[in-house]
């Protein structure tokens, strides 16, 4: 027994004489960053003065990315905004990287925004080529232009004690669920229509609403989508405000809601756009290119305030419609913008005639090119209730 015992004692302490010379060859994490120790980028932006680039980072405090009681109560700051200017994007960006005190982060990157200048001077190529090398970075990143300083545009912070990540450019598609003025364009996407003809996108141009949303504490500044900007991959065609690109929801199949007023020296009608199919047909004659737009909507009655018969409210929506389609493709033309990528339906459908027309990968466009627009409202009244304002006099019945 004595000798089984030894040798048994033995084996154990030859065990463990193996196991502590081959601990310390296991596999740690010594040489990872804990999330308490990076510094994490939400948004980023790009200007242009003076032959140089200038970066701006909002870097967010990971412990308040979700509300708690206890981030509540500490006065702690929610956005950090950093910069730094450089001959190059590449330059600014390490420029910066040597007053910051830890590691930065790329990997939750949710926005960049671009100011005029910058566009002018093909920062939008620069950008996206330095987002889509960089391993960290994702072709989710949505895109805006703006011309407000960029320093107080990423300071701005959602109201209500909200986390950052809600903001209006970081989680744009919360929003257009409710109104679908402009949809919201990424990375991804903004790649695909510079590549293809007409070889232009259309990116949300935001601005700071600094009246509209007011604390018990003070008026705050809110990010709000105020119209588009038209760009190419060099430079900035044009911006238009809200009220010269109306029609351009109408055409955009993607539309989830959207409210239409008619307004008339009788009543006001508002109707709620929430279905929508639209077709572009193209006629070729020769080497002559026109087209045809077709909309076909469902609206729901949603305010009538003095009675009207419904189907002059169908008529009055249907030429409301009409006119902003118009208007916001004269507006292109203007600066020689093809807002409905018009050419695109050229270049898939009828290959050889936009390979005769085409100039610089679009078919030239004119006041004429459109040649018609029909649009067809259903109008979903929802009841008798909805045929008549909800407060009416006796004479109204």
């Known amino acids: ?233 060099n430079n900035l065609k044009n911006t238009l405000s809200y009220k010269k690109i109306k029609g351009l929801k109408w055409l955009n199949e993607d539309l989830k809601r959207e409210e239409i007023s008619i307004k008339e020296e009788s009543t006001s009608v508002s109707l709620l756009i929430d279905k929508l199919k639209v077709k572009k047909k193209v006629v070729v004659t020769g080497r002559d290119v026109r087209f045809q737009i077709s909309v076909e909507v469902d609206a729901i009655l949603w305010e009538l305030m003095h009675p009207k018969k419904l189907k002059d409210v169908q008529n009055a929506a249907e030429e409301t419609m009409r006119n902003e389609i118009k208007q916001t493709f004269l507006e292109g033309i203007k600066t020689n913008t093809d807002v409905y990528r018009l050419s695109e339906e050229v270049y898939r459908n009828h290959l050889k005639t936009w390979q005769a027309v085409e100039k610089n990968g679009k078919v030239p466009l004119t006041e004429e090119s459109l040649q018609s627009i029909s649009v067809k409202i259903k109008l979903i009244h929802g009841g008798e209730q909805r045929k008549r304002p909800t407060l009416h006099s006796q004479q109204s019945r």
């Not at 805006?144 to 300071?155: H, M, N, R, V």
């Not at 695909?192 to 600094?210: F, M």
Request: glycine share 4%; charged share 25%; proline share 5%.
């Open 1 to 233: 027994m004595d000798h089984k015992k030894l040798k048994n004692q033995k084996k154990r302490k030859s065990f463990l004489l193996v196991f502590f010379l081959l601990l310390p060859l296991l596999s740690s994490c010594w040489d990872s960053n804990e999330p308490e120790r990076i510094i994490y980028v939400q948004g980023l932006g790009v200007d242009y003065k003076n032959g140089a680039y200038t970066v701006y980072l909002q870097l967010v405090n990971p412990s308040l990315i979700a509300k708690s009681e206890t981030a509540s109560k500490n006065q702690q700051a929610k956005v950090v905004v950093s910069n730094a200017s450089g001959r190059t994007l590449n330059e600014a960006i390490f420029n910066l990287y040597r007053s910051s005190q830890r590691r930065i982060f790329w990997g939750h990157l949710s926005f960049f925004v671009l100011t005029e200048e910058a566009l002018q001077e093909g920062a939008l190529q620069a950008t996206l080529d330095l987002l889509d090398r960089y391993r960290e970075t994702r072709y989710l990143t949505w895109i805006y232009a703006t011309k407000e300083p960029l320093k107080e545009l990423l300071s701005a912070i959602p109201p209500l004690e909200m986390s950052t990540y809600f903001s209006r450019l970081s989680d744009p598609e919360a929003a257009y669920e409710q109104s679908s003025f402009i949809d919201p364009v990424n990375m991804r996407e903004i790649l695909i229509a510079l590549n293809e003809p007409p070889h232009e996108a259309i990116i949300p141009y935001v601005r700071l609403a600094k009246h509209t949303w007011k604390t018990n504490k003070k008026t705050d500044q809110i990010v709000q989508f105020s119209g588009a900007a038209f760009v190419t991959k």
